[in-house]
């Protein structure tokens, strides 16, 4: 799958996933009265990921009707495996449903309401919730990222003052230097002295 973008062109390649041949038709012609030119329908739910990797589109629209759980239960795999904005249609649902669906990643879960006029506004609600969510979670990636980069700079400090007997500042003084003499981070240079430590004990 090519990498996450924001979206909102009317270029998007929309991919309809829905066995019915009438409500796939009706999913189709609403969006391509609102617009939109790139849709694809897939039938089969066999080799359905593999199908959704060959065709890369940005948005997907899942249309179950009357779905069981475990059918429920694959749709939301993709969901979650996918990362791109999802709505999904049922004819009938329940609350434990809805969290499962806003859990795995669903923008729009739609019950009861397939109908062509809403098509358009569905899929703007899928798209500007999924790029809330990707915001949210590329803010959160970059905050694990920051905290792991200083509890690794942490930990060469405290192998230098141990080793060598340093203070915590002369230990990041160490390791800001060896840094800046190769041309590389304070926290490459401390997962270069935690690896070196951990092959020396």
Same mark, same amino acid.
């Given at each position: 799958? &090519?990498?996450?973008?924001?979206? &909102?062109?009317?270029?998007?390649? *929309?991919?309809?996933?829905?066995?019915?041949?009438?409500?796939?038709?009706?999913?189709?012609?609403?969006?391509?009265?609102?617009?939109?030119?790139?849709?694809?329908?897939?039938?089969d739910?066999?080799?359905?990921?593999?199908? *959704?990797?060959?065709?890369?589109?940005? @948005?997907?629209?899942?249309?179950?009707?009357?779905?069981?759980?475990?059918?429920?239960?694959q749709?939301?795999?993709? &969901?979650?495996?996918?990362?791109?904005?999802?709505?999904?249609?049922?004819?009938?649902?329940?609350?434990?449903?809805?969290?499962?669906?806003?859990?795995?990643?669903?923008?729009?879960?739609?019950?009861?309401?397939?109908?062509k006029?809403?098509?358009? &506004?569905?899929?703007?609600?899928?798209? *500007?919730?999924?790029?809330?969510?990707?915001?949210?979670?590329?803010?959160?990636?970059?905050?694990?990222?920051?905290?792991?980069?200083?509890?690794? @700079?942490?930990r060469?400090?405290? *192998?230098?003052?141990?080793?060598?007997?340093?203070?915590?500042?002369?230990?990041?003084? @160490?390791?800001?230097?060896?840094?800046?003499?190769?041309?590389?981070?304070?926290?490459?240079?401390?997962?270069?002295? @935690?690896?070196?430590?951990?092959l020396?004990?």
């Amino acid at each position: 799958m &090519s990498e996450e973008k924001p979206l &909102s062109e009317l270029s998007l390649r *929309i991919l309809i996933v829905d066995q019915n041949v009438m409500r796939a038709s009706v999913l189709e012609d609403g969006l391509r009265e609102a617009g939109y030119t790139k849709v694809t329908v897939v039938r089969d739910m066999q080799n359905l990921m593999r199908r *959704i990797l060959e065709i890369d589109p940005d @948005v997907i629209f899942i249309d179950l009707e009357n779905p069981n759980r475990d059918v429920l239960e694959q749709m939301f795999q993709v &969901s979650r495996s996918v990362r791109r904005p999802i709505a999904m249609f049922v004819d009938r649902s329940d609350t434990d449903m809805i969290i499962a669906a806003v859990d795995a990643g669903v923008g729009a879960y739609v019950v009861d309401g397939l109908r062509k006029e809403r098509v358009k &506004s569905i899929l703007d609600m899928a798209v *500007i919730r999924y790029n809330a969510f990707s915001k949210l979670r590329d803010e959160l990636d970059k905050a694990r990222a920051a905290l792991d980069e200083r509890k690794l @700079v942490e930990r060469a400090k405290g *192998i230098l003052m141990k080793e060598r007997g340093l203070s915590e500042e002369a230990a990041y003084s @160490v390791l800001r230097k060896a840094a800046m003499n190769e041309n590389r981070r304070v926290v490459d240079v401390a997962q270069s002295v @935690v690896t070196a430590a951990r092959l020396l004990k």
